[in-house]
Nanobody
Framework: QVKLVESGGDSVQAGDSLKISCTVS????????MAWFRQAPGKGREWLSI???????YVAFPFQGRFEISRDMNKNQVYLQMARLQPGDTAMYYC??????????????????????WGQGTQVTVSS
């Protein structure tokens, strides 16, 4: 049974950094693409970053230089390190896993439909 559990969401001040985690069970990180999305109130789900089974990391253009995805194979965890947070980053952050195999498109074109497994989300709130 696959389970993704996000943690580490918090209320922070503008300019702060925060690292959120996704603990994965039932999926192999070296066999499945893993990604982070976020959803702000009243908005659609937005792709942030993806890490491939071989460890390749890609960040959506608006977040390059501020967000970084990583993983710990021993702990079966995926992380999103976020820097210089702003109130506009306030959202529910979701971890997502694709079914094993390739994603047959540019990673910069992935959307939530490319991912089958989802966590319940962790809330990040940024105050000015």
């Amino acid at each position: 049974q696959v389970k993704l559990v996000e943690s580490g969401g918090d209320s922070v001040q503008a300019g702060d950094s925060l690292k959120i985690s996704c603990t994965v069970s039932g999926l192999r990180l070296d066999d499945n693409h893993m990604a982070w999305f976020r959803q702000a109130p009243g908005k659609g789900r937005e792709w942030l970053s993806i890490i491939t089974p071989t460890g390749g990391a890609y960040v959506a253009f608006p977040f390059q230089g501020r967000f970084e995805i990583s993983r710990d194979m021993n702990k079966n965890q995926v992380y999103l390190q976020m820097a210089r947070l702003q109130p506009g980053d306030t959202a529910m952050y979701y971890c997502a896993g694709a079914e094993s195999g390739t994603i047959a498109k540019s990673y910069y074109e992935v959307s939530e439909s490319d991912f089958y497994y989802w966590g319940q989300g962790t809330q990040v709130t940024v105050s000015s």
